[in-house]
């Protein structure tokens, strides 16, 4: 699922997530759990302010953010 991710730039200028967009609202990230690379996207597992876990992914290439799992805290997993 596309999302939109607001970021911000650190010393590195390498891009951080600090929020995302679906469309059933805005959530702030809270944490940053893990991030990991690949040879063409990037992710970031997220622990945003509602409690949720999401997995987030960057298209470096196109710059396109993908929501790829999310598990809320009240719920199994879901896979998007």
């Known amino acids: 699922m596309r ?3 607001s970021c911000h730039a650190g010393y590195r200028e390498e891009e951080t997530p600090r929020a995302l967009k679906t469309q059933g609202g805005s959530i ?5 759990q893990d991030r990991w ?4 996207h990037r992710y970031f597992r997220v622990l945003g302010e509602d409690g949720a876990v999401y997995i ?3 298209d470096t290439e196109q710059d396109i953010w ?3 799992f999310y598990k809320s805290k009240d719920c199994p997993d879901i896979r998007v």
Do not use: F, N
């Open 3 to 5: 999302i939109h991710v």
């Open 28 to 32: 702030a990230i809270k944490e940053i």
């Open 37 to 40: 690379l690949a040879p063409d």
């Open 56 to 58: 987030l992914r960057h």
């Open 66 to 68: 993908e929501l790829t």
